[in-house]
């Protein structure tokens, strides 16, 4: 939003990435082609259904999935110009938790419920910077009291499950910002929670870039919240994006057939009632092989026969906002007229 | 409104003891629903929101008679079935279905869809096998399913799938009416609207009437007629759908509306919002006086000594709140 810093410099950049499991049931292709880049304090948006690739994206990022039976097969990830794949790992261990904090989907990944949170924040400080147990704890305390806990030096000595979900979720971001990263990745931080306690973290996000300018990646399949929050927007599916451009862009002008049918397919809290919502036909698609077709051909309203045949490219239309679709690609805006022929013989 | 109600709940409580130490002594209760009084018309659908804890299933499941309320009166189509038990009970029961968030928990894996959707024909009814037969393949159709999956197990379906073989289940005795405890709250939105869109088309065809529980109150503005909105364990506000959205009157129905995120970055720019301080008190513990004081904006000294009034207001609407004329 307008409120924040312009975009200065890169300081992220994954350059096709591919990530696939291998299970005793085949292969899975979670995430295939994967391209961008964030910049210091700018807050990128990711958006998709669940099976997507959104997490695996994101864990590949910091190579957080076990492997077997995950494997990252190619592409390339600099953080400030160092590639991530190639990082010792003495050097990931430093990145993790330190210039680049990460928010789980699942809380209990990353608070144990055996300590309490002092201890547990206390020990995430002292394993990155060099500060004694002292100066530790009154960080944490002030941490905790940045995210909006009262009385911080209390509810250092209690146990995750003394606190409630939105304030477990409070600790999470603070337990991320404690070594101030560079980058924050933030994987379905709201979406256990009520809209009421979502506000209010949504509202302390606003707060804490406007102060500390970090670069945010805000995972999320709420389209409401990324209107709220995000520069840019990221839209996966099928463990590919398939549409990138800047919320603005995205929202008043979508372009992927997948992005529009999503948007009209949900129902507005501020507007009057339509007779009927518009439905998305059909399922998600299955990953079990690499992309050889439009992922969305078999539920897309506008397919024709190019988008079974090939896989479409995500190629930049007007204003930075890129499409995955051929109906964007110049050479396919008219489909050619020899696949016309082909067809009516 | 009147006559025309099929379901009538009156001062409906329902408090679940709370044990501790060896002995399992009794130390409380907690207050799940508190005196809740609401009605629905026939082939109406009545919206229950709130947030996660407040209620809202438990008053689902009382009404169904799935717990014994702890007070209150429940009436159905007319009778009152609050105290009804064994066959009694049984029989009534096929007026009364529920549909479930988690479509998954409550397919039984190990059976065919065909005998899942057959399972409550085998309990309350007498037809014949042949008969049963028929009537599971046409309610696979009335859900838009292929008659033909009836020999398949639940997990060689999706999740809106599983969601339309729990719905064909529900719809299995012609029940009148159906509690849908967060019927698409596990679904995908692009799948969300195919559930949502056939349980509007079901509710015209057979004339049913919902009680819809959701947090979502986006979906819940599309498909309630009118709207009743759960804190704590109590009802703050009711009131038909336009009058809710457009002129919220509580400060907690203003406050959940304010916390929608829009999908329209210009709106969410320039939108007023009203962000609570602090969590949900614990419904073991709520406060004394008005249940949402400890987090209202508005309230007053007479809000922390004095229960508000379910009182009656203009339009069809009922409001909680003191500070509301
Ligand atoms: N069987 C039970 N024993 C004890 N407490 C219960 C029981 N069932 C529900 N409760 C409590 O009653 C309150 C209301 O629960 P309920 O399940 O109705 O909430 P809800 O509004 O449907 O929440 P959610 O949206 O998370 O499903 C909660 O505090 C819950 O912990
Ligand atoms: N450990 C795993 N083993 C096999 N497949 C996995 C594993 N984790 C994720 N996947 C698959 O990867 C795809 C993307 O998953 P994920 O990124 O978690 O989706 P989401 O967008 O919901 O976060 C899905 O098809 C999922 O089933
Ligand atoms: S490439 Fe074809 S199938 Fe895919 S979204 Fe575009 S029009 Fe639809
Ligand atoms: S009664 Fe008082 S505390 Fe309760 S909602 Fe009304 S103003 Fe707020
Ligand atoms: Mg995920
Ligand atoms: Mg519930």
Known sequence: ?345 | MGAEAILRVDGLSMYFPVYRGVLRKKVGEIKAVDEVSFDIAKGETLGLVGESGCGKSTTGRAILKLYDPTAGRIELQGKDITDLEGDALREIRTDMQMIFQDPQACLNPRMTVGSIIAEPLDEHTRLKKRQKRERVRELLNAVGMNPDFENRYPHEFSGGQRQRIGIARALALEPKFIVCDEPIAALDVSIQAQVVNLLEDLQKEHDLTYLFISHDLSMVRHIADRIAVMYLGRLVELAPRQQLYTMPRHPYTKALLSAVPEPDPAREAVRERIILKGDVPSPANPPSGCNFSTRCPIAEEKCRRETPAWREMDGGRFVACHMVQ
């Open chain 1, 1 to 345: 939003m307008s409120e924040t810093r312009p975009p200065q410099s890169t300081v992220l950049e994954v350059n096709d990435l591919n990530t696939i499991f291998r299970t005793r049931d085949g292969e899975v292709h979670a995430v295939n082609h994967v391209d961008f880049s964030l910049a210091t304090g700018e807050l990128l948006g990711v958006v998709g259904e669940s099976g997507s690739g959104k997490s695996v994206t994101m864990m590949s990022l910091l190579k957080l999935l076990p492997s077997p039976p995950a494997e990252i097969v190619s592409g390339e990830i600099l953080f400030e110009g160092r590639d991530v794949l190639k990082m010792s790992d003495d050097e990931l261990r430093a990145l993790r938790g330190g210039d680049i904090g990460f928010i789980f989907q699942d809380p209990m990944t990353s608070l144990n419920p055996v300590f309490t949170v002092g201890y547990q924040l206390t020990e995430a400080l002292r394993e990155h910077l060099d500060i004694n147990k002292k100066e530790a704890r009154k960080r944490a305390a002030s941490l905790l009291a940045k995210v909006g806990i009262a009385q911080p030096e209390q509810r250092l000595k209690d146990f995750p499950h003394q606190f409630s979900g939105g304030m477990r979720q409070r600790v999470m971001i603070a337990m991320a910002l404690a070594c101030e990263p560079k980058v924050l990745i933030a994987d379905e931080p709201t979406t256990a929670l009520d809209v009421t306690i979502q506000a209010q973290i949504l509202e302390l996000v606003r707060d804490l870039r406007r102060d500390q300018g970090m670069g945010i990646i805000w995972i999320t399949h709420d389209l409401g919240v990324v209107a709220g929050i995000a520069d840019r927007v990221i839209v996966m599916y099928g463990g590919q994006i398939v549409e990138h451009a800047t919320v603005e862009a995205l929202f008043k002008d979508p372009r992927h057939p997948y992005t529009r049918a999503l948007l009209a397919a949900m129902p507005s809290v501020d507007a009057e009632r339509t007779e009927k919502l518009h439905s998305i036909a059909g399922q998600p698609p299955s990953l079990n092989k690499r992309p050889a077709s439009c992922s969305f051909a078999p539920r897309c309203e506008h397919a024709f026969g190019r988008c079974t045949e090939e896989n479409p490219p995500l190629i930049e239309t007007s204003g930075g906002h890129q499409v995955a679709c051929w109906l964007e690609h110049p050479q396919y805006m008219e489909p050619p007229s020899e696949m016309h022929l082909r067809e009516s013989f």
